[in-house]
C-alpha cells in the first residue's frame, strides 16, 4: 500500500487528484483504515506489530500527502504570477484627443485681433428687451424687423424676446461704460429662419463698436480691412456698400471676394463672385442721444459680423448645416 501510494502521489498534478487520493488510502473506506478495521482478528502478538506499521505507512502518507499538496500550491502561484505578469515594454494606447471646434476657432482669432487692438470682450443676455433689440436701437413699433414671422417673443405684448441681433450690446456698453468705448460682443442670436445652407434659427454675431471723439467712417474702413486680413490673408479683396440700418447713419455692407469663386453657377457665391460679411455704420446720433451720449461731442461707429460665416470663409466650408451637426468626421478635419 505504501509503495504504490506514494508512487501514485507522485504523479498527482491538481489538488482534486490529491483529495482523491486521501480518501483511496485514509478515507472511511479507504485501504489503510480496511487493514485497521481487521485489527481485531489479529492475535495479541501480532496486534502491536501490525498496528505500529499501519500508523506508521498512515504517518508517512500524511507527510507525503501535505508535501505533494505544497508543490502543487507553489506550482499554481507560480503559473498564476507567469499570466498576470504585466509587460512593461509593451507600448501605451493612443487615447483620441478632442479639439477645438472651427467656430471656436474663428472666434477666438477675432477676439485676438480685436483685443490686440485694444478693445473690450463683453457678453450679455440672449434672452433681452424689445427695448434694447429694438426700441433704443431707433427701430420703433412697427418696423418689419419686429414682425412675429420673424422674431421669438416670449409674451404677447413683445415685451421679451430672443434676441434677433447682437446690437443691443451697443446700447449696454453706451449705458453702462466710461467713454471712449471700444467693444465687441460675440454671442448667439435667434431668428424664425428655415434651415438650409446658409440659414439657421439660431447662429452667432460678433457686434464691435467704437465710441470716441472725431470717430469716422475711414476708421470703420481701416478697422474692418485690417481685420478681415488678418483673418483671411493680406491677399483678401473687399467691397463696402451703402445699405440701410435704423441704428447707424450712414450704414454699409462689407463684402468679401469669393475664394471658391468658378463665376457663373459658383456653389459658395451664387456666382456673385462677393460673400456678404458683416452690416456696419455710423452709430445713428438718435441711438447715441437715447443712450445718454452728446452726438455734437462724440461719434462712433459699429458692425455685426456673421460668425459662422466668417468660419465658412476661413475654413472653406460649404454647408452651414455641417457646422451645427457635429459629425466627428467633419470636426477632425480642423
Ligand atoms: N445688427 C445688424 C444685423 O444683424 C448688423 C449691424 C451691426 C449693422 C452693427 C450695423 C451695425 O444685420
Redesign the pocket.
Known sequence: IRREALEALEQTGAAQELDALRIKYLGKKGELTAVLKQMGGLSAEERPVIGQLANDVRAALEQALETQARKLEGAALEARLKLEAVDVTIPGKAVPQGHQHPMNVALDEIKDIFVGMGFTVLDGPEVELAVYNFDKLNAEEGHPSRDWSDTFYFDADSRVMLR????PM?VRAMETMPLPIRIIAPGR?YRKDEVDATHSPMFH?V???VIDKGVTMADLKGTLNTVVKQLYGEQTVTRFRP?H?P??EP?CEMDVQCHKCGGVGCPTCKGEGWIEL????M?HPKVLKMAGIDPEVYSG????I?LERTAMRRFKIDDLRLIFENDVRFLEQF
Open positions: 434677433s441681433q447682437t446690437s451697443q442670436v454675431q457686434e464691435g463698436m445699405h440700418f441704428f447707424t450704414s458683416l452690416g456696419a455704420g452709430v461707429w459699429a458692425f455685426g456673421g
